[in-house]
Structures are given as C-alpha cells and as structure tokens.
T-cell receptor
Framework: AQSVTQPDIHITVSEGASLELRCNYS??????LFWYVQSPGQGLQLLLK??????LVQGIKGFEAEFKRSQSSFNLRKPSVHWSDAAEYFC????????????FGQGTTLQVKP | GAGVSQTPSNKVTEKGKYVELRCDPI?????LYWYRQSLGQGPEFLIY????????DSGLPNDRFFAVRPEGSVSTLKIQRTERGDSAVYLC???????????????FGPGTRLLVL
C-alpha cells in the first residue's frame, strides 16, 4: 500500500539557518510527489511537485526538493530559513490510478527561532 | 481569482445530529476532493468527484458519510448521526481536470472545523 512517512514531527531551526525536512514514501511505480505548507488558519499551499525528469525540483518561497529513488525519499530543503517559514509541512504522494487522491504524511511542524 | 471556499468555517453540533458542509471549488475546475484532517495528522482522502459523479469514494469511513455534487460545481459533504470521533477539519480541494489527474495541482480551501459534542 502507498504510504508517506515524515520522521520528524517537530523541528526548530534558527532564522538564517538551513533547513531539511525528511520524507520517505512507499509506492510501487514512479511516484508523483508533492510538498504542501499549512500556516495557521490557512489552507494547504503547494510548494513544489515532482513527476519525472530532473530529480531536483525548485518551488516557491525558495524551497527545493530532491527525489532519490534509491532511498525512496523526497526531502525538502531551504538554504536560509525566514521567520515567516514557521508552519506545518506535509509531504504527499499521488495515489495509484487516475483518481488524483493524495496520500499525506503526518506532517512536520517547523518552528523558527529569532 | 477566487480560491476554494468552504462554509461554514466552524460547526459545533451534538452527537447524533446531521450536518452538511459545503465546498465551492475554483470556477471551471472539474475535479473536486474531500479530505479529513484530525488533530496532529495529515489530511486523509475521503472522496473524489469528476464532474457530477463520485469517481472514487474509497475513503469514506462508513455509510454515515455521503457527498454530492449535483451540477458539477458546488459539493456538499453530509454526515448523519454524528459521533464525537467525527470531530476534525474537513478540507475540500479542486483541480482543473480529471483524466491523468495525479499530475494536477490540487488547490485547497481553508477547511471546516467540525466539533461534535
């Protein structure tokens, strides 16, 4: 069965420091992978997505993610974190078939220290 | 343009009551999804509509949950005989089209927070 694991429930980084959020997926075929961000009181916003091609994907707000098939991972990175990046981050994989349903991980809460 | 909207933003009800949650997708989007997000968890898929028809309802937890989209636009999620375990945020998302819809970006609404007392 398809699944997504985000090993870190909560991460704290200092403003200006680099960030990496981990995501591991389980999927039989070529996965469609997504990262969403959810700020308090806001809807989920897509940061970036991967379907095929270049395994390093650039997204909005300075985020990038790298697809590593051998490790079944799709980790999210940002070189320098801003206080406004504090939010909850969700990794998701597109389910099998053509329904488009997303299977989400548990989420990682990012706290940014001044 | 306008994004996905959901009403009400909050709903408090008593155990055993019936509730309806509404979703207005982005205009022109043919695909519509409902998800449920419990506290501290990621969203869980409930149902997917392509146009007016429910193309995948495999995520509905039981027969107390039902959703409709009669004109292919607005959708209503209906919960009968609510239970305390139904308390969660119910999210709606829409995307441009179905077909190979795994590629399509899903745009999410702000959600309806349901509390069953």
């Amino acid at each position: 069965a398809q699944s997504v694991t985000q090993p870190d429930i909560h991460i704290t980084v200092s403003e200006g420091a680099s960030l990496e959020l981990r995501c591991n997926y389980s999927y039989g075929a070529t996965p469609y992978l997504f990262w969403y961000v959810q700020s308090p009181g806001q809807g989920l916003q897509l940061l970036l997505k991967y379907f095929s091609g270049d395994t390093l994907v650039q997204g909005i707000k300075g985020f990038e993610a790298e697809f590593k098939r051998s490790q079944s991972s799709f980790n999210l990175r940002k070189p320098s974190v801003h206080w406004s990046d504090a939010a909850e981050y969700f990794c998701a994989v597109g389910g099998s078939g053509n329904t488009g349903k997303l299977i989400f991980g548990q989420g990682t809460t990012l706290q940014v220290k001044p | 343009g306008a994004g996905v909207s959901q009403t009400p933003s909050n709903k408090v009800t008593e155990k055993g009551k019936y509730v309806e949650l509404r979703c207005d997708p982005i205009s022109g989007h043919t695909a519509l999804y409902w998800y449920r997000q419990s506290l501290g968890q990621g969203p869980e898929f409930l149902i997917y509509f392509q146009g007016t028809g429910a193309a995948d309802d495999s995520g509905l937890p039981n027969d107390r949950f039902f959703a409709v989209r009669p004109e292919g636009s607005v959708s209503t999620l209906k919960i009968q005989r609510t239970e305390r375990g139904d308390s969660a945020v119910y999210l709606c998302a829409s995307s441009r089209q179905g077909g190979n819809s795994r590629r399509e970006t899903q745009y999410f609404g702000p959600g309806t927070r349901l509390l069953v007392l």
